[in-house]
Structure formats: structure tokens, C-alpha cells
């Protein structure tokens, strides 16, 4: 067969999707895993439980499409009715499958069970059609040929819909799709807003790609980190890893020293890979983050070699009891001030008996600002591999200021520990 699987269109079927409580994250699997195997997603769509509505949908998305995957729909109960949909906009009909129904009814006996009645139009296959197994549910999958375009029925739950996509959709899309092979690279940068990471590298995207490889550059902001990624599509790995090397490599050193990883790894992992190397245990005191930054340090699996503890002072007397602020100081200056933090991180660095000692307080807001210190002003310190403390200015909620504190210490952290070898 030639390559005739290029296109693909994804219908989530099920009413409870159309409510603002359910999000269909099916497709976004789904769009990435066609992606990898070079079909594109042209079009998506979300359709209630309804039989006609279904039917219609599907036919229109044969036109355009070589592929159509929907997603639920498949279980017992009279509301789902994708398998009957599609065998109307086919103009198939359906037959009870007697090994499917011998698996379902199997499935129920192994958990003791009888199995329900109503569990026999699971078991109902269309004539042509493929049955896809599943292991981890009773509704099982179907793939079903419709000339040189094929329409594939998957359940909702994504723990089943998941495996069954790439053990069993998979393998029958291959030598149909394109020859393409694709690759993906991924710069995380802290402590540049987008539109300043934008301006630096907007003039390099233009130029990443080649007569063999195709790049295409996304940007993606979130508080306190900045992700570019990279993709790129041609028909030679090889090539497209050494363009793609490339690529990375000019944005890092246009932007470094703002760049943290480009290998995957997130900021903290970071952090603990280079208090690892060093020896070093880190403590840290929070105020405005109360716990944010020690709770992600701690996210990384194997933290307990390099994190030593951490003190919440959200309170000026347990900034004073906990940390050994002196009161004079948070009399003078305040608790949102350099001083102050840099008496935390080397409180905390005393009293946990670290290597490193990081602060932050600040006002996250929405009250608490004032003309000389508004809200989002924050201050970050560093004790311990040198002494460090910067104010710094963060836009948006309580929320994004929090996470923006938190990544600015980390930083911190890890340009400390870079400049000290
Ligand atoms: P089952 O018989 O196992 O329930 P099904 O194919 O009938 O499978 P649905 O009843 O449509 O699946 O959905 C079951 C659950 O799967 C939903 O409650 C929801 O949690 C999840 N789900 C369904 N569709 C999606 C989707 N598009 N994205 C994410 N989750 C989904």
C-alpha cells in the first residue's frame, strides 16, 4: 500500500464533554502521536451522545480526511452510540463477534462476576471491521476499512485508550503513512518575560532549517519559565538530530545565561543535579511562597541528598524565633527587603546546617502594596556559595507572582553554583 494515511480528523464522542467539567485530553495524545508518525490533524471536533449527529459527523469527516479516530461512546449503556453511528454513516451492519463476547465475558468471571446483559452490545462488530483488544476495559476498540480511508473507534478512559493506540493502531498505520521522521527539542529559559525571548530569537528561527529539514518553533510562557521548542520533519533522523543540534545550540548562546535546560530537565532537577555534583544540601525560607519552592526542590526523586529542610516565615516573630532575623531589622527596613531576605537565607543556612541557604519574601498581593513597594515586588537571597539578594519586579495574581519568586530563587541557586565551578 502506498503511503495514503496523511490526514486525520479526531471526534471525541460524549455528552459530558460539552459540559465545562470534562476536558477531551484524548485528542491531544492522539494529534501527538500522529504527529510522530507524520499525519496531520487537520480538523477536531466534540460530539454529543447522539446517534444521527454522530453519523452525519463522521460522513463529512471521510470527505476531508484519510483518517478518522473516535474516541468514546464504546460502552454498554444506551448512550453510547458511536458504534452504531459509524456503521450507519458506512452503511454497514453490525453481528454479534463470539470470540469478543467470550473475552468481555471472560473479563467479568476473572473479577468473579456474571457478566450483564447489556454487555453483549460490546460485542457487536460490523462486517470488515478489525476488533482491537482490551486489556484494560470491558469496551474494545475497532478499526473498520472504508476503501483507501479507515476509521478507528477507541474507548474514553485514556488509560485504555492509550496502550490500545500504540499497540494496536500503530503497527496498521505503518508503511500507510508518510515516510517522515520527526524529532523534537525543548529550551527552558527563566528570568526573561516571552516577548524579550521572542525578540532574541525570532531571527534565528528563520534561519534553522534546511533544504532537507523542515523546523518549526513554537514558544510556550508560563510564570517564571519561558519553553522554545523545536520540531523537526524531514525524512532523515540523523540529519534532522544534527540541524535540530544546531538550532539549540545558536539559541542557547543567544540566550544564556537565561537558559537552564535543553535536555528535558526541569529547573529543579537542575538545581539538585548541581548541589549533587558539589556536595552541597540546600535549605530554603519562604515567606510569600510559604512551601512553594521547597515543595518543587523536593519533586525531584532523590532530593534527600541534596535538600536539607526548609522554614516557613510567613510571620515577622518567626522570621525573628525560627530564622534569627533580628527585630531591629525587620523594624527598619521591613519585612519585604534585602536585608531582611538575606538574614533568612543565611538563617536558614545556620539553623538546617546546609551548604546553601535561600530566602524569598515578598508581596504576592492582591493587598499589601505600597507606592515604594507595590505588589509583586519580591526579594531573593542567597547565602552559603557566595551572598547574593536581588528586588525584583513581577507582574500578575498572587499566583503567577508566587511562581515567579520561586523560579527566580531557584536560579538563583543554580547561577550561584554555575559561577562557582
Ligand atoms: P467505557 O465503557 O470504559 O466507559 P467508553 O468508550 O464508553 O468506555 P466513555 O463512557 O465515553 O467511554 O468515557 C469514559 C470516561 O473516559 C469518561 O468518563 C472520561 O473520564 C474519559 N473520557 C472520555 N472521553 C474522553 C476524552 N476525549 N478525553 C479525556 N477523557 C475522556
Redesign the pocket.
Given at each position: 500500500v502506498p503511503a495514503d494515511i496523511r490526514t486525520a480528523e479526531i471526534v471525541?464522542?460524549?455528552s459530558?464533554?460539552l459540559t465545562p467539567h470534562?476536558?477531551?485530553?484524548?485528542?491531544l495524545y492522539l494529534t501527538g502521536r500522529l504527529n510522530d508518525l507524520g499525519v496531520k490533524v487537520h480538523a477536531k471536533a466534540?460530539v454529543r451522545?447522539d446517534r444521527g449527529e454522530l453519523a452525519a459527523w463522521i460522513r463529512l469527516a471521510l470527505t476531508r480526511a484519510d483518517l478518522v479516530i473516535t474516541?468514546?461512546?464504546?460502552?454498554?449503556?444506551d448512550?453510547?452510540i458511536?458504534r452504531e453511528a459509524v456503521t450507519d454513516a458506512l452503511g454497514l451492519t453490525m453481528r454479534e463477534d463470539g470470540a469478543t463476547l467470550q473475552a468481555i465475558r471472560e473479563r467479568f468471571r476473572a473479577r468473579g462476576l456474571e457478566m450483564p446483559a447489556i454487555n453483549v452490545r460490546?460485542a457487536m462488530v460490523p462486517e470488515g471491521a478489525v476488533v482491537l483488544s482490551?486489556p484494560r476495559?470491558?469496551?474494545p476498540g475497532l478499526w473498520i476499512d472504508a476503501g483507501r480511508r479507515a476509521v478507528v473507534l477507541?474507548?474514553?478512559?485514556?488509560r485504555?485508550?492509550q496502550p490500545m493506540f500504540d499497540h494496536d493502531v500503530a503497527p496498521r498505520l505503518s508503511g500507510r503513512t508518510p515516510p517522515v521522521a520527526l524529532r523534537r527539542r525543548v529550551i527552558k529559559i527563566t528570568g526573561r518575560s516571552e516577548s524579550h525571548v521572542d525578540e532574541i530569537a525570532q531571527p534565528i528561527y528563520t534561519r534553522l532549517g534546511d533544504a532537507d529539514v523542515q523546523v518549526d518553533t513554537s514558544i510556550l510562557a508560563a510564570p517564571g519559565q519561558i519553553e522554545i521548542h523545536l520540531e523537526g520533519r524531514g525524512t532523515d533522523a540523523h540529519r534532522i538530530d544534527a540541524v535540530l543540534t544546531a538550532g539549540v545550540e545558536k539559541l542557547a548562546s543567544a540566550l544564556a545565561p537565561y537558559v537552564f535546560s535543553d535536555d528535558g530537565r526541569t529547573l529543579e532537577a537542575v538545581v539538585g543535579d548541581e548541589l549533587k555534583a558539589r556536595g552541597w544540601r540546600i535549605a530554603v525560607a519562604e515567606s510569600c511562597t510559604a512551601g512553594l519552592a521547597l515543595g518543587r526542590l523536593t519533586e525531584v526523586a532523590g532530593s534527600s541528598a541534596w535538600v536539607a529542610g526548609g522554614i516557613v516565615a510567613y510571620a515577622n516573630e518567626v522570621k525573628t524565633d525560627q530564622l534569627g532575623v533580628p527585630a531591629a531589622l525587620l523594624d527598619e527596613h521591613g519585612a519585604v527587603s534585602e536585608p531582611v531576605a538575606q538574614a533568612m537565607a543565611s538563617g536558614v543556612r545556620e539553623r538546617l546546617h546546609a551548604d546553601v541557604g535561600v530566602a524569598i519574601t515578598g508581596i504576592a498581593g492582591p493587598d499589601g502594596g505600597s507606592p515604594a513597594k507595590p505588589v509583586g515586588t519580591v526579594v531573593v537571597a542567597l547565602s552559603g556559595p557566595r551572598e547574593l539578594v536581588k528586588t525584583l519586579r513581577f507582574a500578575g495574581d498572587r499566583q503567577m507572582v508566587r511562581a515567579q519568586s520561586v523560579a527566580a530563587a531557584l536560579d538563583m541557586v543554580r547561577r550561584a553554583a554555575l559561577s562557582r565551578g
Open positions: 471525541a464522542v460524549g459530558e464533554l470534562r476536558l477531551d485530553t484524548n485528542s466534540v451522545d474516541t468514546g461512546g464504546l460502552g454498554p449503556t448512550d453510547d458511536t460490546q482490551n476495559g470491558s469496551a477507541l474507548p474514553g478512559p485514556p485504555e485508550l
